[in-house]
């Protein structure tokens, strides 16, 4: 039974071995932040890797200026970022072959006008590299 479950398609993503963060920092007030250090409280064992434009660690943790420079691709990608970068963001999951994320950003599809287009996007970039996601507006 457990190799029936580990052989789905959501397992790397409720169950990830690594996983890289977009969106969290040193600031308390992000929920980037806050649900990285969940995620670290809660003991998970697993590789974080969080990436950052400008600082050079996260909470403790090495940080990296983009997905590029991760030393190994992590099984799921968490995204907390604001809404015009996630197609870019997840595009550069795609090229560094990791295949799950959950988009926790919202202003897509259900706020109408750009969303829409943004939604669609995502969803098209996500096909091209066969990335499976939970998302997007989503805990």
Do not use: W
């Not at 920092?25 to 806050?34: D, E, I, R, V, W």
């Not at 969940?38 to 983009?66: C, D, Q, W």
């Amino acid at each position: 039974m457990t190799q029936l479950i580990e052989n789905t398609t959501l397992y790397p993503i409720i169950n990830p071995k690594s996983l890289v963060v977009f969106g969290a920092s040193n600031k308390y007030a992000s929920m980037g932040t806050n649900l990285l250090t969940s995620v670290m409280a809660l003991g998970f064992e697993g590789k974080i890797f969080p990436v950052h434009l400008k600082e050079n660690t996260v909470k403790g943790l090495r940080a990296y200026r983009s997905v590029e420079e991760l030393p190994e691709i992590p099984e799921l990608a968490l995204m907390v970022l604001p809404t015009h970068v996630v197609p870019e963001a997840l595009e550069a999951c795609g090229r560094k072959g990791i295949r799950h994320a959950i988009v926790v950003s919202g202003g897509f599809k259900e706020v109408g006008g750009d969303g829409i287009g943004l939604e669609k996007q995502i969803c098209e970039i996500a096909d091209k590299y066969g990335i499976r996601f939970i998302g997007p507006n989503c805990i």
